[in-house]
Nanobody, 124 residues
Framework: QVQLVESGGGLVQAGGSLRLSCAAS????????MGWFRQAPGLEREFVAA????????YYADSVKGRFTISRDNVKNTVYLLMNSLKPEDTAVYYC?????????????????WGQGTQVTVSS
């Protein structure tokens, strides 16, 4: 079992930055690939970014590429999402997720565990 708790969300003006954190319980965090997804009201959950267990590979949605950076600290059992140049269309609930395999990390069914989410609101 892996329990995930997101933090760092909030209200920010367009052009601003936020850093989301996702703290994982358990001693096997380093065995999991990690991802961030988001869901805006009335829309389906969508992939944002993912990182392999070692941190050696990262993946991004086209909509956030160049603005968001995913990273992880396997000592602190935490994955981060640094979000720069935020836009109103980035407004959503952001979820972190853990996958036991690094296969198809852009797809939500690949993930085994999910956090409860943290709200990010970007004002124009």
């Amino acid at each position: 079992q892996v329990q995930l708790v997101e933090s760092g969300g909030g209200l920010v003006q367009a052009g601003g930055s936020l850093r989301l954190s996702c703290a994982a319980s358990g001693r096997t965090f380093s065995r999991y690939a990690m991802g961030w997804f988001r869901q805006a009201p009335g829309l389906e959950r969508e992939f944002v970014a993912a990182i392999t267990w070692s941190g050696g590979s990262t993946y991004y949605a086209d909509s956030v590429k160049g603005r968001f950076t995913i990273s992880r600290d396997n000592v602190k059992n935490t994955v981060y999402l640094l979000m720069n140049s935020l836009k109103p269309e980035d407004t959503a609930v952001y979820y972190c997720a853990a996958a036991s395999s690094s296969w198809s990390l852009t797809s939500s069914p690949s993930y085994d565990y999910w956090g409860q989410g943290t709200q990010v609101t970007v004002s124009s």
